[in-house]
């Protein structure tokens, strides 16, 4: 039996930009992506601390230190540049991986630097 698990963890990211008119996803910056184990293109899940919003996106790779967030397409009506959020990912695993799975979790401060990574 597969189960579904958090993989990884981007927590308190700061939106640093909107762009409705982009074709969806979330941009991210390439260091927080490589850092956490997320790959381009993944399907992530997105919840707002500030008004509560939830949705599912796609990543995208942003330049690497640019410590830029951009929430893009549809997504940019779900929040506004200085919105902490978390940018989560799901994996499925089998019993035997359960066992040794461990949440990696990057937590940032309000300039997207990386504070804590366990």
Same mark, same amino acid.
């Given at each position: 039996?597969?189960?579904?698990?958090?993989?990884?963890?981007?927590?308190?990211?700061?939106?640093?930009?909107?762009?409705?008119?982009?074709?969806?996803?979330?941009?991210?910056?390439?260091?927080?992506?490589?850092?956490?184990?997320?790959? &381009? @293109?993944?399907?992530?899940? %997105?919840?707002?601390?500030?008004?509560? =919003?939830?949705?599912? #996106?796609?990543?995208?790779? /942003?330049?690497?230190?640019?410590?830029?967030?951009?929430?893009?397409?549809?997504?940019?009506?779900?929040?506004? &540049? @200085?919105?902490?959020?978390? %940018?989560?990912?799901?994996?499925?695993? =089998?019993?035997?991986? #359960?066992?040794?799975?461990? /949440?990696?979790?990057?937590?940032?401060?309000?300039?997207?630097?990386?504070?804590?990574?366990?």
């Amino acid at each position: 039996m597969l189960r579904r698990f958090a993989l990884a963890k981007i927590h308190r990211a700061t939106v640093t930009s909107v762009d409705l008119n982009y074709e969806g996803s979330i941009g991210v910056d390439s260091e927080l992506i490589e850092r956490c184990g997320m790959l &381009p @293109g993944e399907m992530v899940s %997105i919840f707002n601390i500030n008004n509560g =919003n939830r949705f599912d #996106t796609y990543l995208q790779k /942003l330049p690497a230190g640019s410590r830029q967030i951009c929430l893009n397409g549809a997504a940019a009506r779900l929040g506004a &540049p @200085g919105d902490r959020i978390i %940018i989560l990912t799901y994996g499925c695993l =089998n019993e035997g991986e #359960t066992a040794h799975h461990h /949440l990696r979790v990057l937590l940032l401060d309000e300039e997207n630097r990386i504070v804590e990574e366990c």
